[in-house]
């Protein structure tokens, strides 16, 4: 009796669980490109309405970590008396691995930030999402060595048309929305922003090989560390980088001078401060829960989103070679999401037949 009760019991157990992960997932979902696009918003905003320094801006961009305190301390409390010491103790890194993890993942996001913000300076945020379609293509190498994600004729396809894509951006540096600029910054915006790609998806493969080879467990309490340790790392940085190049001075004309008043000025940093923690929360929630790939695919999401908020808020211009490369990208952004699709069906269906064999057996 108790072993029927046990049968009929798990069925319903495994519909709320995975019903909670779907909850959890498009949580993360909702929260990474929130994030994602508003912080983007908000830097091209600085620089358009008269802010100049890339390093107030790198400095920014990590500077919200105070805000994740509650949340970790929270998270680890709740990891307590939830999860068992011993799945914990096992897998938990010594000390000096942590510690050099936390720095390298800093300084890899202090780079980020900083790439970031000169391709924002010198790009129009339509430009600069359309050559951030690049990271599908850096993924998908990086995983393949990193993580062992198998080539398939959909990511291939995917990478061969948003090559296309990214290179006809490149060739198009005479438009009239860059006239203003001159060509070698409109060069270096580019190399930033394609940097700036490189770096994200290096950034989310050893994170993904992180989770799953080294710490292998699975606490919210983890995830939280590995956004609020290396963001301690990766402000640091900014801020050297900040008094070193001076731009610390210039902070009290910027406001001064910043076209919506100082009031908006400092908003504007304060607001970009919160926008990207809450997508690196996002971010590394997706990477938690479901996998790297999957947390990129989402994050160029924002392809079919900036161009449109580019237009409305920025008066970009799409059209000509730019509408081309949308479209390439929204091809290759398509494949990829097709692809994981399929690779999703494959591993129900194998989890499927796992369990009808067990089932056969009779050991469930």
Same mark, same amino acid.
């Given at each position: 009796?108790?072993?029927?009760?046990?049968?009929?019991?798990?069925?319903?157990?495994?519909?709320?669980?995975?019903?909670?992960?779907?909850?959890?997932?498009?949580?993360?979902?909702?929260?990474?490109?929130?994030?994602?696009?508003?912080?983007?918003?908000?830097?091209?905003?600085?620089?358009?309405?008269?802010?100049?320094?890339?390093?107030?801006?790198?400095?920014?961009?990590?500077?919200?970590?105070?805000?994740?305190?509650?949340?970790?301390?929270?998270?680890?409390?709740?990891?307590?008396?939830?999860?068992?010491?011993?799945?914990?103790?096992?897998?938990?890194?010594?000390?000096?691995?942590?510690?050099?993890?936390?720095?390298?993942?800093?300084?890899?996001?202090?780079?980020?930030?900083?790439?970031?913000?000169?391709?924002?300076?010198?790009?129009?945020?339509?430009?600069?999402?359309?050559?951030?379609?690049?990271?599908?293509?850096?993924?998908?190498?990086?995983?393949?060595?990193?993580?062992?994600?198998?080539?398939?004729?959909?990511?291939?396809?995917?990478?061969?048309?948003?090559?296309?894509?990214?290179?006809?951006?490149?060739?198009?540096?005479?438009?009239?929305?860059?006239?203003?600029?001159?060509?070698?910054?409109?060069?270096?915006?580019?190399?930033?922003?394609?940097?700036?790609?490189?770096?994200?998806?290096?950034?989310?493969?050893?994170?993904?090989?992180?989770?799953?080879?080294?710490?292998?467990?699975?606490?919210?309490?983890?995830?939280?560390?590995?956004?609020?340790?290396?963001?301690?790392?990766?402000?640091?940085?900014? !801020? =050297?980088?900040?008094? @070193?190049?001076?731009?610390?001075?210039?902070? #009290? $004309?910027?406001?001064?001078? /910043? &076209?919506?008043? +100082?009031?908006?000025?400092?908003?504007? !940093? =304060?607001?970009?401060? @919160?926008?990207?923690?809450?997508?690196?929360? #996002? $971010?590394?929630?997706?990477? /938690? &829960?479901?996998? +790297?790939?999957?947390?990129?695919?989402?994050?160029?999401?924002?392809?079919?989103?900036?161009?449109?908020?580019?237009?409305?808020?920025?008066?970009?211009?799409?059209?000509?070679?730019?509408?081309?490369?949308?479209?390439?990208?929204?091809?290759?952004?398509?494949?990829?999401?097709?692809?994981?699709?399929?690779?999703?069906?494959?591993?129900?269906?194998?989890?499927?037949?796992?369990?009808?064999?067990?089932?056969?057996?009779?050991?469930?």
């Amino acid at each position: 009796m108790t072993t029927n009760t046990i049968v009929t019991q798990q069925p319903q157990h495994s519909r709320l669980e995975k019903y909670k992960r779907w909850l959890r997932v498009s949580l993360y979902t909702i929260l990474l490109l929130a994030g994602q696009c508003s912080g983007t918003l908000l830097v091209r905003f600085y620089f358009v309405k008269g802010g100049k320094s890339i390093w107030i801006q790198t400095s920014v961009q990590s500077a919200g970590f105070p805000i994740l305190i509650p949340l970790l301390f929270h998270s680890k409390k709740h990891d307590k008396t939830n999860v068992p010491n011993n799945d914990t103790s096992k897998t938990k890194p010594k000390l000096p691995i942590t510690f050099f993890l936390y720095l390298v993942f800093g300084l890899m996001i202090a780079a980020m930030d900083l790439t970031y913000a000169c391709a924002l300076l010198y790009l129009p945020l339509s430009t600069f999402a359309l050559v951030c379609a690049s990271q599908l293509i850096f993924n998908a190498v990086l995983t393949f060595f990193i993580n062992s994600q198998k080539f398939t004729a959909l990511i291939l396809n995917s990478i061969i048309v948003l090559t296309i894509s990214v290179t006809l951006i490149a060739l198009n540096t005479e438009s009239e929305e860059t006239k203003n600029l001159s060509k070698q910054k409109q060069i270096i915006g580019f190399f930033c922003a394609l940097g700036a790609s490189a770096i994200f998806a290096l950034h989310h493969s050893l994170m993904q090989f992180y989770f799953e080879k080294i710490i292998k467990t699975e606490t919210f309490s983890t995830v939280l560390s590995m956004i609020f340790y290396p963001m301690i790392v990766g402000t640091i940085g900014g !801020l =050297v980088g900040l008094l @070193v190049s001076g731009d610390w001075r210039t902070m #009290g $004309m910027e406001m001064k001078e /910043f &076209e919506n008043g +100082s009031v908006s000025y400092v908003m504007t !940093l =304060v607001c970009t401060s @919160v926008t990207w923690q809450i997508g690196c929360v #996002g $971010m590394l929630g997706l990477i /938690f &829960e479901v996998s +790297s790939l999957f947390s990129v695919v989402i994050s160029n999401l924002e392809l079919t989103i900036a161009p449109i908020l580019a237009v409305m808020v920025f008066h970009d211009k799409i059209y000509g070679v730019k509408v081309i490369a949308f479209l390439l990208a929204m091809w290759g952004f398509l494949s990829y999401i097709y692809q994981h699709y399929l690779d999703d069906q494959k591993a129900k269906e194998d989890k499927s037949d796992c369990l009808e064999i067990l089932k056969g057996n009779g050991e469930i």
